[in-house]
């Protein structure tokens, strides 16, 4: 099992920054990917950027490279998602998750942080 705690999120106006937080414990030695995701009202989970683990790969979707950068620091056991130029749309509850392997899903979880921008 690993746990997934994030922090962060909160209430920005458009064109400002976030920097979101996620902490992981249990047991992070099985930990092969990272990943930020968001769910905006009404809105299927969005899939935003992972990193590898390890070598700390990283991959964005579309919507947010350039824009945001993840992060991690292996020995804090920490995943990071700065978000610069936000915009309204990027208004939702962002969690972070784990998966224990590169083809599997992602399995592990964390509670949820909310994003609001205003316009």
């Known amino acids: 099992q690993v746990a997934l705690v994030e922090s962060g999120g909160g209430l920005v106006q458009a064109g400002g920054s976030l920097r979101l937080s996620c902490v992981a414990s249990g047991r992070t030695g099985s930990i092969n990917t990272m990943g930020w995701f968001r769910q905006a009202p009404g809105k299927s989970r969005e899939l935003l950027a992972t990193?590898?683990?390890?070598?700390?790969?990283?991959n964005y979707a579309d919507s947010v490279k350039g824009r945001f950068t993840i992060s991690r620091d292996y020995f804090k056991n920490s995943m990071y998602l700065q978000m610069n130029s936000l915009k309204p749309e990027d208004t939702a509850v962002y969690s972070c998750?784990?998966?224990?392997?590169?083809?599997?899903?992602?399995?592990?979880w964390g509670q949820g942080t909310q994003v609001t921008v205003s316009s």
């Open positions: 998750a784990v998966k224990t392997n590169t083809l599997g899903a992602f399995q592990f």
């Open positions: 990193v590898t683990w390890i070598i700390g790969v990283t």
